[in-house]
């Protein structure tokens, strides 16, 4: 008998999904708690120790560019494993670290190998399930893997607590192991039409270059990343505003930060729940507007001087419950029209997330003065032009010509 050929890539289980695109926050949050006390252990300033944190989201960004098309040209399973190794050895590295500059080229290298699971992660989304069912499962993972954001930094606070910020990179280290074997046995290949030219240089320029000719494309990135830019704008500073500025214990800071995550998981259950029935576009309009409103409330807050715990937590909750409906239903509409070159999508989709996100957090960093209002400001602008772009690049041309993506 001759065998069936697969004409529809394998479904990976939800639960592989989400443990893929859980190395970011797990990579982030865990180490919020300790960053304050890193100005201590290595003598060095705020900005240097932020710079942990940006350098992460930077080679992020970067590495995404070539990851999106290597897993065009070769599969998503040898890439992605690839990237797990280079993460754990990395993390090991961290863990070793005797100055603040070795931990900053650790992490850099760290975020190369993180970002083979979330960039991948949608690709194979992609290639696994039609349009609608896609947004609909990126809402699910986004959905479940909520909870790691929220439960990091309050494992992370006490690890800090009863031991030191080494604790943490060694619980990086094994979520890279057991990620590793969970790939390995769990995950069969789903790009079933791998580009023998995906990594030319002229293809791979050609590709970034249609991409961002298209204006639905352009238009709901630069959205997603704007907003994701003003959640970790509050992530990368936002220990140092409550802990340092606001009092806040570090062993609980991980509460008032899982507090502000209820926002995302409440905007990720909308998105699971009403997606289907109002669509990719309203979601987007809904998120955008709630992230505007709550940002302008945050910013006006902060220049009145109101400097408390709830001033900040409040308006945060609404930011992320904002990017709770944008980025499941901004990254589903920005890769769904391009799906054989739907790594080279997803790649330059997160390389532009994670640099707008990178430059916010450096700003963010650089501008801290012991008060709420660089972190305010910065959330406050990035909404702001979120809203702008969505306005001028998807809404604006939909109304004109209702035919169009």
Not at 132 to 159: C, E, H, K, N, Y
Not at 175 to 182: D, P
Request: charged fraction near 10%; include cysteine.
């Amino acid at each position: 008998m001759v065998p069936a050929i697969m004409t529809s890539p394998p479904r990976p289980s939800l639960a592989l999904l989400i443990a893929m695109v859980t190395v970011g926050p797990v990579s982030i949050d865990i180490f919020l708690p300790s960053l304050p006390d890193m100005t201590r252990v290595f003598a060095t300033d705020v900005s240097h120790v932020q710079l942990t944190m940006s350098i992460f989201i930077g080679g992020f960004a970067l590495s995404q560019l070539v990851l999106g098309p290597l897993s065009d040209r070769f599969g998503r399973r040898p890439v992605l494993l690839t990237g797990i190794v280079l993460y754990l050895l990395a993390s090991l590295a961290s863990l070793a670290a005797r100055s603040i500059e070795t931990l900053i080229l650790a992490r850099l290298l760290q975020s190369f190998g993180a970002c083979a699971g979330p960039v991948l992660s949608r690709a194979i989304v992609r290639d696994a399930f039609p349009k609608d069912q896609a947004a609909r499962t990126l809402a699910m993972m986004a959905s479940v893997f909520t909870i790691a954001p929220a439960v990091a930094p309050i494992f992370g606070g006490w690890l800090h607590t009863l031991f030191d910020w080494h604790a943490n990179f060694v619980v990086m280290a094994i979520f890279g192991v057991s990620l590793f074997v969970g790939v390995w046995k769990g995950l069969r290949e789903t790009n079933l039409h791998p580009d023998r030219h995906a990594l030319k240089l002229g293809r791979m320029l050609s590709t970034y270059a249609l991409l961002l000719g298209h204006r639905s494309f352009l238009g709901y990135a630069l959205t997603v990343s704007f907003v994701f830019a003003g959640m970790f704008s509050f992530v990368s500073i936002g220990s140092f505003v409550l802990i340092d500025v606001l009092g806040v214990r570090p062993e609980y800071f991980g509460f008032c930060f899982a507090l502000v995550i209820t926002g995302l998981l409440g905007g990720n259950l909308a998105t699971a729940r009403l997606g289907h029935r109002f669509g990719m576009q309203r979601m987007v309009r809904a998120g955008v507007l709630i992230a505007l409103l709550s940002g302008l409330v945050l910013a006006g807050l902060s220049l009145a001087h109101v400097q408390t715990i709830a001033a900040v937590l409040v308006p945060m909750i609404g930011i992320f419950l904002g990017a709770g409906l944008v980025l499941p239903n901004g990254t589903a509409a920005t890769i769904a029209p391009h799906g054989r070159i739907a790594g080279s999508a997803s790649a330059l989709l997160g390389f532009i997330q994670m640099a707008v996100a990178a430059g916010a957090g450096w700003i963010v960093g650089r501008l801290h003065d012991g008060t709420t209002l660089p972190m305010s400001a910065m959330v406050a602008a990035t909404v702001v032009i979120a809203a702008v772009a969505f306005t001028v690049l998807v809404q604006i041309p939909l109304k004109r010509d209702p035919q169009k993506s």
